[in-house]
């Protein structure tokens, strides 16, 4: 019985982190949703240098570290990494991996390279932030993720225009949300 008590309850809370190093190990991108993991940069550093040495030689896709299920994929000089915790489910980590690689080839026109990503570094942001929010996974599937940052595989590569664009509308929305909340206010005041 004490045992079935230890189980940790499912959660939709699914990924930890997300970063992208170049090849020499250097952190171009990382976002940890866990603030009690590596809650320090100089942890994160450290955590992400570990990973990087036990996997940039390595052909498999999974390893494991410090307690940590780690799925992650190479590309010319860029290595990909989304880490979960010990008892997460590969299969889910795999599916963030892939969306995130998959969306960035389309974004990169298939350059997917240090030099390229840096240049398309807001259109990188807003692919990860419409996958995971918070540590959950939002988003699976490469072709919603392009639609929702509002790019098409024929156009040009995401434009100041477009990123402007997104960001106005989740202004436009959290304006509505706070003019509603002070509406609502007034009303429970005047009453």
């Known amino acids: 019985m004490v045992c079935l008590l230890l189980l940790q309850e499912p959660t939709l809370y699914t990924v930890k982190a997300v970063f992208i190093l170049d090849n020499d190990?250097?952190?171009?991108?990382s976002k940890y949703y866990d603030p009690e993991l590596y809650p320090s940069m100089k942890e994160q550093r450290s955590f992400e240098k570990n990973i990087f040495n036990k996997t940039h030689k390595a052909d498999n896709e999974i390893a494991f570290l410090e307690?940590?299920?780690?799925?992650?994929?190479?590309?010319?000089d860029l290595f990909f990494y989304v880490v979960g915790s010990a008892q997460e489910n590969e299969l889910m980590l795999m599916s963030v991996l892939n969306c995130l690689f998959d969306s960035l080839t389309h974004i990169l026109r298939k350059n997917v390279e240090r030099r390229c990503l840096l240049?398309?570094?807001?259109?990188?942001?807003l692919v990860v932030d419409e996958i995971i929010d918070g540590g959950v996974i939002l988003e699976s599937d490469p072709q919603q993720v392009l639609q929702?940052?509002?790019?098409?595989?024929?156009?040009?590569?995401?434009?100041?225009?477009s990123v402007a664009q997104h960001i106005t509308e989740k202004l436009a929305l959290t304006s509505n949300v706070l003019q509603?909340?002070?509406?609502?206010?007034?009303w429970s005041i005047l009453k």
């Not at 307690?67 to 010319?76: E, R």
């Not at 509603?180 to 007034?186: G, M, T």
């Open 25 to 29: 190990g250097n952190r171009l991108l």
């Open 67 to 76: 307690g940590m299920t780690i799925v992650y994929k190479g590309s010319i």
């Open 119 to 125: 240049d398309n570094m807001e259109g990188v942001f």
């Open 148 to 161: 929702k940052v509002n790019y098409r595989a024929d156009e040009n590569p995401l434009s100041e225009h």
């Open 180 to 186: 509603s909340a002070k509406e609502q206010i007034k």
